[in-house]
């Protein structure tokens, strides 16, 4: 059996038993057990935080509904709660770190919230700026400025695929859950208050 190994920047093939190293986040080791997947199992990294780690393995369950919700990415999405100089938070994408200021990241997390809400993870822009995301008269440039924040982590997938516009000026990011993950203790002592909130709302 040869399995499908995402990586931060490539697919790399393995086969039985083999001992491989992951590293879009730290290093980190994962034993394959050759009775326990099909040749048809899609591995993703194993992107660990304190309290909340996504699997790395998709069902097929999983594969499902990416195909029914339409998802456009696969990318590997690591919010860790982590910041740089005074006013910046870290985001990696598939292993490339992305820098993001509060308030794309308060966005960017209520988006995140909605799809473990729903799985369709659609929110409409007039609710975003009911609860204060986004500005009223300015809310197709604040999607926009969060989309081109991610432009350089993305490869092919567009910053309109990733944060997709939907039916009756809605949007969502465009994921399976299972290639979220976050540090929702870091998120809970962070220094502004709507993501602390925010972090508090997920799973």
Partial sequence: ???????????EDIADGLLIRITPVKSRQILLSPDRFSENTNYIPTLSS????????????????ISYYGYKSRLPIHIPGDTEKRATNI??????????????????????????KNKRGIISRSKLINTGFIKAGSE?????????????????????????TCEHKSIRLSSHPSFISYDREK??????EKIRRLARRLP
């Fill in 91 to 116: 985001v990696l994408v598939d292993g490339v770190k992305v820098f993001i200021g509060d308030v794309p990241l308060a966005l960017l997390l209520r988006l995140v919230v909605e799809l473990f």
């Fill in 187 to 192: 998120l809970l002592h962070h220094r502004n």
């Fill in 1 to 11: 059996m040869v399995g499908r190994v995402f990586g931060a920047s490539k697919i």
């Fill in 50 to 65: 304190n309290n909340h780690v996504r699997q790395a393995i998709l069902s097929a369950a999983e594969e499902e509904e």
């Fill in 140 to 164: 197709f440039q604040s999607v926009g400025r969060l989309r081109q924040t991610f432009r350089v982590a993305l490869g092919n997938v567009s910053p309109e695929e990733f944060i997709e």
